[in-house]
């Protein structure tokens, strides 16, 4: 299975966790959870982050349901447990991580 079929599968299935920076982030930028299930299903993988002493991260491109464009950076753990472990609204910042 493709890793973005995998993590939309963890989406749909709700079999994910969304971490308290996460969190934070959202309430920064007013995004709802359904904002960040809507990119995921509906995005691309934007990046693919290799370094990094957890393992392997996926920078996911989507739209929130009133139409910004977001960033979520995601990643599975040994568990293959999805985590969401930050959100943002893209507006010309680095987010860079």
């Given at each position: 299975?493709?890793?973005?079929?995998k993590i939309r599968q963890r989406i749909t299935d709700?079999?994910?966790f969304i971490s308290s920076h996460?969190?934070?982030?959202m309430l920064d930028d007013k995004l709802?959870?359904?904002d960040i299930e809507n990119a995921i299903l509906k995005g691309r993988i934007?990046?693919?982050l290799t370094l990094g002493s957890r393992g392997?991260?996926?920078?996911?491109?989507?739209?929130?349901?009133?139409g910004r464009i977001i960033h979520?950076?995601?990643r599975f753990r040994?568990?293959?447990n999805l985590i969401i472990i930050t959100v943002y609204a893209i507006n010309g910042e680095s987010h860079e991580m």
């Open positions: 299975m493709r890793t973005l079929q709700r079999d994910y996460a969190e934070d982030e709802e959870r359904i934007e990046k693919k392997t991260r996926y920078r996911i491109e989507g739209p929130a349901l009133d979520i950076i995601c040994e568990q293959d």
